[in-house]
Nanobody
Framework: QVQLVESGGGLVQPGGSLRLSCAAS????????MGWYRQAPGKQRTLVAS???????NFAESVKGRFTISRDNAKNTVYLQMNSLEPEDTAVYYC???????????WGQGTQVTVSS
């Protein structure tokens, strides 16, 4: 099993910044990719950004140029730096880890991000 613990959510004004962190523990060997998804009330959970173990990244169109994702493989931690936040970014953000060879997927409990004045 892999456990994912998120931190860094909160309330921020439009135009502000937040950094989310997600630390993986347990059977972390073989994690192929880690990333962040978000789910707003009444909407489906969607990909925000992901990064593979080799550093390849993928972003939702709505966050390109505003969010960056990075990964510390030694610490099994992934970071999401969110800049120029907009009210539309308000959602619960979930950390995700995948083991492609085994077809396994893991989720964190989620952290609330609220962008409001």
């Amino acid at each position: 099993q892999v456990q994912l613990v998120e931190s860094g959510g909160g309330l921020v004004q439009p135009g502000g910044s937040l950094r989310l962190s997600c630390a993986a523990s347990g059977r972390t060997f073989g994690i192929s990719a880690m990333g962040w998804y978000r789910q707003a009330p009444g909407k489906q959970r969607t990909l925000v950004a992901s990064i593979t173990s080799t550093g390849s990244t993928n972003f939702a169109e709505s966050v390109k140029g505003r969010f960056t994702i990075s990964r510390d493989n030694a610490k099994n931690t992934v970071y999401l730096q969110m800049n120029s936040l907009e009210p539309e970014d308000t959602a619960v953000y979930y950390c995700n880890a995948q083991k492609w060879r085994l077809g396994y997927e893991y989720w964190g409990q989620g952290t609330q991000v609220t962008v409001s004045s």
